[in-house]
């Protein structure tokens, strides 16, 4: 009788460890099916056509564009870079980078040491072409990397920025540059001495003397018509599609 009971007892319990075992199996089934649903609700998410400007846009809203070019070796992306907004029309065209916006950039004459003093004595406007100027004071105690510290001192105001580079033992030139490209930079006497036209920048007149750069537009033709811009930033072409040039390649068609 008491193996009897026992047998019994010990029976039992297997069952309730088989129940055991399979609820824990059915747990883990339930939290693998959670998971999965998760994950499924997230990529439906991502899939769902979103008009929120806050969120991001639906994949299936997302635009591409592809370059080709019938000439060999040539990488049409080396030449421009393109984005295509999501409302942008689907479309083929043809364009041609012809040429690069640059910035002017002159220089001074050369001189044996940029820290000497150049014992002048003057003001003189500085600035771009249809932008803000403002005058620069120079002193008989500045050297040219002094006047180039004190015209970088305004070239948030003025847009243009100067160096003073050493091209060769013992020759320093000091050049100025526009921060914007095809925009003259402009510079006018105030007071004193000459400045620009003492260190070469200018002749008598005001006429850049040693021009480095002129500043040039940059243009590009979609569908044999030609574009041309400031900077190298096309965003008024082609509704929805940006252009960005990169190098000049005049003839080759993408």
């Known amino acids: 009788l008491i193996e009897a009971a026992y047998n019994q007892r ?33 990529s439906l998410t991502k899939l769902r056509t979103n008009y929120s400007l806050l969120s991001d846009p639906s994949v299936f809203n997302l635009k591409s564009g592809t370059f080709t070019t019938a000439t060999t070796g040539v990488n049409p992306s080396s030449f421009v870079s393109v984005s295509i907004d999501n409302d942008a029309v689907p479309g083929t065209y043809s364009v041609q980078v012809n040429a690069l916006a640059s910035a002017q950039k002159v220089r001074s004459t050369s001189f044996a040491d940029a820290t000497t003093t150049q014992n002048l004595n003057g003001n003189f406007q500085i600035g771009l072409a249809g932008g803000a100027s403002t005058s620069i004071a120079v002193t008989a105690g500045m050297s040219l990397n002094d006047i180039a510290s004190a015209i970088n001192a305004q070239k948030n105001t003025t847009n243009v920025s100067a160096s003073v580079l050493q091209v060769s ?86």
Do not use: H, M, W
């Open 10 to 42: 010990i029976s039992e319990a297997t069952k309730n460890d088989d129940k055991v075992t399979k609820n824990t199996t059915r747990i883990g089934a339930l939290s693998n099916l959670q998971t999965l649903s998760t994950s499924l609700q997230t």
């Open 169 to 254: 033992p013992g020759q320093y030139q000091l050049y100025l540059t526009a921060n914007q490209t095809n925009k003259q930079i402009v510079t006018s006497v105030d007071s004193g001495d000459d400045v620009l036209q003492s260190i070469g920048i200018t002749n008598g007149g005001g006429t850049f003397v040693n021009q480095v750069q002129p500043a040039s537009a940059a243009q590009i033709t979609v569908d044999n018509v030609l574009f041309t811009r400031d900077s190298n930033a096309f965003s008024d072409v082609i509704d929805g599609v940006n252009f960005d040039l990169l190098t000049a390649n005049p003839g080759v068609t993408y």
